[in-house]
């Protein structure tokens, strides 16, 4: 199965959920997902939208909150009801990327899909959470084109794999993307015992990691196992 982008693959798994009645996407930047996914209603959330989303007025089913995640959160919780499906494509740290995970929990039903965006970084300078710095590399060697940045998201996958024993990964084949299942792990070991080990994780260990919990999965593969949620 073909999903290029991160729309197609968000509809392509709204699709095999039935339809994506509610949609919730955390980093809208300049709406280039936020647009195309297909939801009856859908939620984005950007400190700093690239965009005026007042010229979005006729998509009456779009909603938007020009505040922080964290902010939003503590505004929704308890008054909006639960998402079908999550897009983190944020801040691109392992600190926010978790307390987006984490909160959004609250805002979830027992199928809920997520879909979390920079699991796996392309060199070690897209792998650092400071943006300066990934920058001031860049510039260092001379390719300041390149504005590749994943951060330390992929810390989020050992995170859940570790501690979220109600939750199982799979990392797209092919794209730097996690779906977040909310389906119990199969027996297996579990890599890390202390959030102090998942904080110390580097570049290096991502490349390991792509043996196990980064290993990639096909699409086909994770739809499959949609089906079979509740």
């Given at each position: 199965m073909t999903a290029?982008?991160?729309a197609e693959r968000l509809n392509t798994i709204g699709s095999r959920l039935g339809g994506t009645q509610r949609y919730?996407?955390?980093?809208?930047?300049?709406?280039?997902?936020?647009f195309q996914v297909n939801a009856v209603e859908k939620h984005g959330v950007d400190p700093r939208f690239r965009f005026d989303p007042c010229t979005r007025s006729s998509h009456s089913h779009e909603h938007y909150h020009p505040i922080s995640s964290d902010d939003y959160f503590k505004q929704a919780i308890g008054k909006e009801a639960p998402f079908d499906l999550i897009f983190l494509d944020g801040l691109h740290t392992y600190s926010q990327t978790l307390r987006d995970f984490l909160a959004s929990q609250a805002l979830a039903h027992p199928r809920t899909v997520w879909l979390i965006d920079d699991t796996v970084p392309t060199d070690a300078i897209a792998a650092d959470p400071d943006l300066q710095r990934v920058q001031a590399a860049?510039?260092?060697?001379?390719?300041?084109?390149?504005?590749t940045w994943m951060g330390d998201v992929f810390k989020l996958v050992a995170f859940i794999h570790s501690f979220c024993p109600q939750f199982s990964c799979y990392t797209v084949d092919g794209h730097g993307q996690t779906v977040v299942l909310p389906k119990p792990q199969e027996e297996g070991e579990r890599l890390f015992t202390d959030v102090s080990e998942i904080d110390r994780l580097s570049y290096v260990d991502t490349i390991l990691m792509q043996k196990n919990l980064l290993k990639a999965t096909p699409l086909e593969e994770i739809l499959t196992k949609i089906d079979s949620l509740n």
């Open positions: 290029t982008t991160s919730l996407e955390i980093g809208v930047a300049r709406g280039t997902t936020f860049r510039e260092a060697k001379g390719d300041q084109t390149d504005q």
